[in-house]
């Protein structure tokens, strides 16, 4: 069964350090996304992107994050200079369409960010 | 933000009996409803979804119906077993922004043998 696969599952890093958490989304679908889940609250969406430009995106996806696909199989999350309310599971997700036509969306298993 | 409501952080339920997940919204312009489950240290997985021109979708021992009106949905799972036990969460999205899936909190369902 074709999944959405994440890099790494866990990163300890320091405040003020970047980070890029990676994705590789099922191969055949056209949208993909970036949620994070704080622990004990809410998964809370980041960003969408489609056609290799952000579609939507949340008001934490602020100047500090951005998003790449750099090649036709990976979709990058990047936070420039880490902070400590950063820390965070972020999950990568992927779709074949939007809104009724979506079906749904695919989630990885996520990224354990730690910033200390 | 507390436009999608799930009250009840936990539920327990007997094997073989009916389980009932409840979620409330507040935004009416929702036409799309989800929900999903998790297990510890894994993604959310898709259960079953409505459109909000429907008020009731089935699939196996899913269902999950819509009540447009009160703004509520329900998840019922019959018969529980006990590897559905994990968190449940109800999503809603705008059909114009159809990936931007607003979540509820998540109800802890643990199904006892």
């Known amino acids: 069964e074709p999944e959405v696969t994440q890099t790494p599952s866990h990163q300890v890093t320091q405040m003020g350090q970047e980070v890029i958490l990676r994705c590789v989304p099922i191969s055949n679908h056209l949208y993909f996304y970036w949620y994070r889940q704080i622990l004990g609250q809410k998964v809370e969406f980041l960003v969408s992107f489609y056609n290799n430009e952000i579609s939507e995106k949340s008001e934490i996806f602020d100047d500090q994050f951005s998003v790449e696909r750099p090649d036709g199989s990976n979709f990058t999350l990047k936070i420039r200079s880490t902070k400590l309310e950063d820390s965070a599971m972020y999950f990568c997700?992927?779709?074949?369409?939007?809104?009724?036509?979506?079906?749904?969306?695919?989630f990885g298993e996520g990224s354990r960010l730690t910033v200390l | 933000d507390q436009q999608v409501k799930q009250n009840s952080p936990s539920l327990s339920v007997q094997e073989g009996r009916i389980s009932i997940l409840n979620c409330d919204y507040t935004?009416?312009?929702?036409?799309?409803f989800l929900w999903y489950k998790k297990y510890p240290a894994e993604g959310p997985t898709f259960l079953i979804s409505?459109?909000?021109?429907?008020d009731k979708n089935e699939d196996g021992r899913f269902t999950v119906f819509l009540n447009k009106s009160a703004k509520h949905l329900s998840l019922h799972i019959v018969p529980s077993q006990p590897g559905d036990s994990a968190v449940y969460f109800c999503a809603a999205t705008l059909g114009n922004q159809g990936g931007k899936l607003i979540f509820g909190q998540g109800t802890e369902l643990s199904v006892k043998p």
């Open positions: 997700a992927s779709s074949a369409g939007q809104g009724r036509n979506t079906g749904e969306l695919f």
């Open positions: 409505i459109s909000s021109i429907k």
């Open positions: 935004n009416s312009m929702f036409d799309y």
